[in-house]
């Protein structure tokens, strides 16, 4: 049974740090970070392309940092330099199946609040 658990969220001041953490379990293959804030779509934060670099949103180039341990199954997002801009759930994302019948998978959200 896929499972993605993500911790690490909270309530930072601008200007502060936090960092994520996800860890998959099941046979997924843990892919990035994505966010929602409230009234807008999810959107990626930070995530390994096919071609396997990593991929940001331009939006977060220089504060944010994916980390991917395969070995361990777990992927991280340290966060500096935080915005209120930056408030929003965070979730993990990862894929799983047979080739050709690839579906995604989400973690349950971590909310992340920059607020001072």
């Known amino acids: 049974q896929v499972q993605l658990v993500e911790s690490g969220g909270g309530l930072v001041q601008p200007g502060g740090s936090l960092r994520l953490s996800c860890a998959g379990s099941?046979?997924?293959?843990?892919i990035g970070w994505y966010r929602q804030a409230p009234g807008k779509q999810r959107e990626m934060v930070a995530h390994?392309?096919?071609?396997?670099?990593?991929q940001y949103a331009e939006s977060v180039k220089g504060r944010f940092t994916f980390y991917n341990d395969n070995a361990k199954n777990t992927v991280a997002l340290q966060m500096n330099s935080l915005k209120a801009e930056d408030t929003a759930v965070y979730y993990c994302?990862?894929?799983?199946?047979?080739?050709?019948?690839?579906?995604?998978?989400w973690g349950q959200g971590t909310q992340v609040t920059v607020s001072s």
């Open positions: 099941g046979s997924v293959y843990l």
């Open positions: 390994t392309t096919i071609g396997g670099s990593i």
């Open positions: 994302k990862g894929v799983a199946g047979l080739p050709g019948k690839l579906r995604d998978y």
